[in-house]
T-cell receptor, first 117, second 111 residues
């Protein structure tokens, strides 16, 4: 029972490089989320997808793009990485219903640790 | 603006020494308050959801309580394996029912 799987686990990039962080869930959840976690700050929402085929901006979307490839997969892309994007990125999912988070707990992956030099 | 403040930032306990972690919040129309446990190098793991003031939930040595302004995570007779960072999060209604996370309390239980 894998839950939420994120790849890669670690990545080092140079400023200006691009990359895509992958996330897949096997719980048949409708809603998926991307967060970043920085020291001294709470988890901050980058983008979310309430249901397959929809994506919306969260609290800190600048510099990122997302794709909800299908119900299972939700990817996060950095087009031109900047040192300020050095962080730990978490993907999460909830059963959800279309357009709503609902008041259900989120299931998290183990994160991607991204360093940008 | 929704705010979540957790205290203390760090807590060191002897094995068996009970204590409480605090999560104070300001949010209009609380839809739910969540407690998570996060181990180093791992993602947050769900512990409890509380929906209304007066509600309590228990799991092994942990008990979560909720008032209109704060939540407590009580740890009774902790063991070293309870060492982790404990995160609190609140959910409010809104365009996408935004979830706001606190910065966590890092708990260390010494044998």
């Amino acid at each position: 029972n894998a839950g939420v799987t994120q790849t890669p686990k670690f990545q080092v990039l140079k400023t200006g490089q691009s990359m895509t962080l992958q996330c897949a869930q096997d719980m048949n959840h409708n809603s998926m989320y991307w967060y970043r976690q920085d020291p001294g700050m709470g988890l901050r929402l980058i983008y979310y997808s309430a249901s397959e085929g929809t994506t919306d901006k969260g609290e800190v979307p600048n510099g990122y793009n997302v794709s909800r490839l299908n119900k299972r997969e939700f990817s996060l892309r950095l087009e031109s990485a900047a040192p300020s994007q050095t962080s730990v990125y978490f993907c999460a999912s909830t059963p959800g219903t279309s357009g709503l988070f609902s008041n259900q707990p989120q299931h998290f992956g183990d994160g991607t640790r991204l360093s940008i030099l | 603006e929704d705010q979540v403040t957790q205290s203390p930032e760090a807590l060191r306990l002897q094995e068996g020494e009970s204590s409480s972690l605090n999560c104070s919040y300001t949010v209009s129309g609380l839809r739910g308050l969540f407690w998570y446990r996060q181990d180093p190098g791992k993602g947050p793991e769900f512990l409890f959801t509380l929906y209304s003031a007066g509600e309590e939930k228990e799991k092994e040595r942990l008990k979560a309580t909720l008032t209109k302004k704060e939540s407590f995570l009580h740890i009774t007779a902790p063991k070293p394996e309870d060492s982790a960072t404990y995160l609190c999060a609140v959910q409010a209604p809104g365009g996408y029912q935004k979830v706001t996370f606190g910065t966590g309390t890092k708990l260390q239980v010494i044998p």
